[in-house]
């Protein structure tokens, strides 16, 4: 408490280096190396990979701006869209090649939501052809649907 009360009634350069600045620093320090010895390490990658997006996010800010004549704010904005942009085409290119190699690992093709034989199948009335009947793990199987 000492402490707080000296940096809150010290003036600049008359009670040392201490700084609320150095105590967000410590805090900082403090919650990191908790965060580090405790079960929950895992976050330390999550707040990695934002500060990683963060700096992905200055470096196109700084490019946007200095290529164009754009204020700062409308930098970031458009940096931001962009990173989005360029997350979106490269999530889309990932889902294309993975659709691809799945039909051809498995022989099989992907089903388009709206496809004709799913849905005149679910429209069927006839309850055997609206449900497959897997194989039971249980002796007293009893068939609900006879073929």
């Not at 931001?80 to 942009?85: A, E, G, K, N």
């Not at 992907?110 to 449900?131: E, F, H, M, N």
Request: glycine share 8%.
């Amino acid at each position: 408490m000492a402490t707080l009360t000296i940096m809150a009634t010290s003036q600049p350069g008359l009670y040392g280096t201490l700084s609320w600045s150095s105590l967000g620093y410590m805090l900082l320090t403090i919650g990191v190396l908790a965060t580090l010895l405790s079960g929950r390490r895992y976050l330390m990658g999550y707040m990695a990979a934002g500060m990683g997006y963060w700096l992905v996010i200055e470096v196109l800010q700084s490019i946007v701006v200095t290529v164009t004549s754009m204020s700062s704010g409308y930098g970031y904005l458009s940096a931001f869209i962009l990173s989005i942009v360029l997350m979106a085409s490269f999530l889309a290119y990932r889902y294309k090649k993975q659709s691809v190699t799945m039909a051809q690992k498995t022989g099989v093709e992907t089903l388009d939501r709206r496809g004709r034989p799913v849905a005149t199948l679910a429209k069927s009335g006839i309850a055997q052809d609206k449900y497959i009947e897997h194989t039971p793990i249980y002796n007293n199987y009893k068939p609900r649907f006879r073929n």
